[in-house]
């Protein structure tokens, strides 16, 4: 019987260790578990990861397409990369900014390096992005506000250490399983609490010891009540705050009274002083989507670190603490040259591009002088200044927001697509390069905690599926000759991304893949080959280098933050208005969240069934004459005797639903699941306009009766 492959599972940024073991005979997955001697899980795992790994949904993209006709036909590989490639080029005729790129969070570290390389370095483009500014863009903006640096301070290993466990806007129960386990056995400890603060009770409310359910958009408000609050009570830690910040000062100027901005964020002063009483313990503040994904995002994620900073709660057992949401968004963070060149690399610092100049051997010149304007910005752009798209690892069409507009946009362009899987973005293709997946490459990825692991291939894939690493290189010799050297390998690939982030505030420099076969995981910043990091900015009382760190009179603790004062900094941000506010037209509000066994938009999920729209009792009875009620007898429907469906309708589109009543569900709020691929025609562009991450968490709806084209959708469902 062939032997267990250790690996990394893709499906959320845990990063759990999983063994893998290749079915007897074909392509496929016949084991796969969690690994009990990674250091991460110690062999825990969720079933979801299992399930989506071994035995996904989906239809598999097993050869590759290109359109003609009208109709996307198969092909050869070579025929592809040519006629991709051909488009590719046409498009670069024009100038570097015609053609864009879109990656992914679901890509190793080596293929994200290699595709920024490309598109930075080979293209040339403004037009770049990995995907993670739709989900932790205003968390890095915030991080990079604060201390000068991306990434969360804390790791795993602080969670048993901290009493206090805040989440907020996030489902961790949900969406990262086990990390949840850590936490909430943490929380059960006698001295321990967990508090989530999220308008939706939750699963993570479920078994929390308090909730707090603020209004949808409400956060920047709550978190400014609670320091007001913490300011008033004499909760403040004057020494930390005297000695390792700046900014305080001119943020308590310009606070709100706590009574007022609780009243604004709906909440009452009894969950103001039960959360600012909670900060006097060692908190960990853990946040998700329902921070970033907002047009306040940034604010309120520099809100949230504020409470940290302003209450003393940095250092082990406590701090802040985002949930990153796709598996590799770190990584793609610190290696893909989306917002910073490798290693967190200023983008516009001149030294820095000279060396990735260098590094790279490409001209200076041709590396963009800017970033460029996000996933949102960049599909405005098309028809204008974009002409050719290449997507990799990414379905725009059902995740970005108002995807009426993507899929017009997108259907103007050249479009290439690789992927593993048959998507909304795939129907739209010019040509598709089917991709190798989980189980299938090899290579690295890094969870939220900065550790890095390898991932490996258990199985062969079909002739004619390569992987994203290979499919990359291909381009690049048809379109940059002379970029990558030919065959890229996975090993010296990374080897080149380490080096080049050796000095920086991400330094992988230390880490090599026989480090990583001796160890399994080893978490940045690692610049040499016997270091790997814990809680970053801070040395504990035996630390000595006191040229490169403030000694702190308390406790001879030691600080060092990558700031021109060497101090962390509290924000200064405020809010925006909400970019729809309900009115008689559309008197609802739409959230959307995760689901415990759903992923991204559905391609490893898919269902035919209708999303499932919650709402409130109160809610679903005010409208019981917009909804159509169909007797299921006969179904397994429990003890239900009928099944209720309508259209949640939003000023840009429609889109069919079967209603559940849920008293999780505040009144006037409709809750749908982020992953379904029609959820996102309903959500609005706007975005937060520092991060540019998309505001999906609010928008103005109604419910309304189903229309005569929702009967098959239906009658399907009912089957």
Request: hydrophobic share 35%; glycine share 8%.
């Amino acid at each position: 019987m062939t032997d267990l492959v250790p690996t990394t599972c893709m499906r959320c940024a845990v990063g759990c260790g999983h063994v893998q073991r290749p079915v007897e005979q074909g392509y496929g997955l016949d084991v796969v578990r969690g690994d009990a001697t990674h250091p991460v899980n110690n062999g825990l795992a969720c079933q979801r990861g299992i399930r989506e790994t071994a035995d996904p949904d989906g239809e598999w993209l097993t050869r590759p397409l290109v359109r003609r006709d009208g109709d996307l036909v198969p092909t050869t590989l070579e025929n592809a990369l040519e006629r991709a490639a051909e488009g590719l080029d046409g498009a670069l005729e024009g100038g570097p900014e015609r053609v864009a790129v879109l990656g992914s969070g679901q890509q190793t570290n080596e293929a994200a390096y290699a595709l920024g390389k490309l598109a930075r370095g080979g293209f040339g483009t403004p037009y770049y992005d990995a995907n993670t500014t739709l989900c932790m863009a205003s968390a890095v903006t915030a991080y990079y506000d604060a201390f000068g640096s991306d990434a969360p301070p804390p790791t795993y290993d602080d969670i048993p250490e901290a009493n206090t466990h805040l989440v907020w806007g996030a489902n961790p129960a949900a969406a990262h399983p086990v990390m949840f386990r850590w936490i909430n056995q943490s929380a059960d400890e006698d001295d321990s609490e967990l508090i989530v603060v999220d308008p939706i009770a939750s699963e993570t409310t479920e078994v929390a010891d308090h909730h707090v359910p603020l209004e949808p958009g409400g956060d920047l408000a709550l978190a400014r009540a609670v320091l007001a609050h913490v300011l008033e009570t004499d909760r403040v830690d004057e020494t930390f705050v005297d000695e390792e910040t700046t900014g305080f000062a001119d943020l308590q100027a310009s606070l709100p009274a706590a009574e007022t901005a609780a009243e604004r964020a709906g909440v009452s002063m009894a969950d103001v002083e039960h959360i600012a009483a909670a900060l006097e313990d060692p908190t960990l503040l853990y946040w998700g989507m329902g921070i970033n994904q907002s047009v306040n995002g940034t604010a309120a994620a520099g809100a949230l670190i504020d409470l940290c900073l302003a209450t003393g709660n940095l250092g082990p057992g406590s701090g802040p603490f985002s949930l990153t949401g796709q598996a590799n968004s770190m990584g793609t963070r610190v290696c893909s040259s989306k917002g910073t060149w490798p290693g967190h690399r200023p983008f516009d610092d001149p030294e820095h591009r000279q060396d990735v100049a260098a590094a790279w051997d490409v001209p200076e010149s041709r590396l963009p002088e800017t970033p460029g304007p996000g996933p949102v910005g960049i599909v405005d752009a098309i028809g204008d200044d974009v002409e050719a798209v290449y997507a990799v690892a990414t379905n725009p069409v059902a995740g970005m927001p108002d995807t009426t507009h993507v899929r017009d946009q997108l259907e103007d362009a050249f479009l290439v697509v690789q992927d593993s899987f048959r998507s909304e973005t795939v129907e739209l293709a010019d040509v598709v390069l089917p991709a190798a997946t989980w189980g299938e490459s090899e290579g690295t990825t890094t969870n939220m905690e900065r550790t890095v692991a390898r991932v490996r291939a258990a199985t062969e894939t079909p002739g004619g599926i390569k992987t994203d690493l290979e499919l990359i290189g291909a381009l690049a010799t048809r379109t940059v000759p002379g970029l990558f050297d030919d065959g890229l390998e996975p090993e010296a690939v990374f080897n080149e991304l380490a080096a080049l982030t050796a000095g920086t505030p991400a330094d992988l420099s230390g880490i090599s893949y026989p480090r990583l076969e001796a160890e399994s995981a080893v978490r940045w910043p690692a610049p040499a080959p016997d270091v790997s990091a814990g809680y970053r900015y801070y040395e504990g009382p035996d630390y000595t280098e006191s040229d490169s760190a403030t000694e702190t009179a308390a406790g001879g603790d030691s600080w060092s933050f990558p700031t021109p004062s060497g101090c962390a900094r509290f924000s200064s941000g405020t809010a925006h208005p909400l970019p729809e506010s309900t009115d008689d037209s559309y008197p609802l509000t739409l959230t959307t969240g995760r689901q415990p066994d759903a992923y991204n938009t559905g391609v490893r999920t898919r269902e035919s069934a209708p999303p499932v729209a919650r709402v409130s009792p109160a809610t679903a009875a005010a409208l019981v004459d917009e909804l159509e009620h169909i007797e299921t007898t006969g179904l397994e429907a429990g003890d239900d005797a009928s099944t209720t469906y309508g259209r949640v309708v939003s000023r840009r589109a429609s889109v069919p639903v079967r209603v559940d009543t849920d008293e999780a569900i505040p009144d006037g709020i409709v809750w749908l699941p982020i992953h379904h691929p029609g959820i996102n025609k309903l959500t609005v562009s706007d975005v937060d306009p520092r991060s540019k991450e998309p505001n999906y968490k609010q928008c103005a709806v109604r419910l309304e009766p189903p229309q005569d084209a929702d009967a098959i959708a239906i009658a399907e469902a009912r089957a």
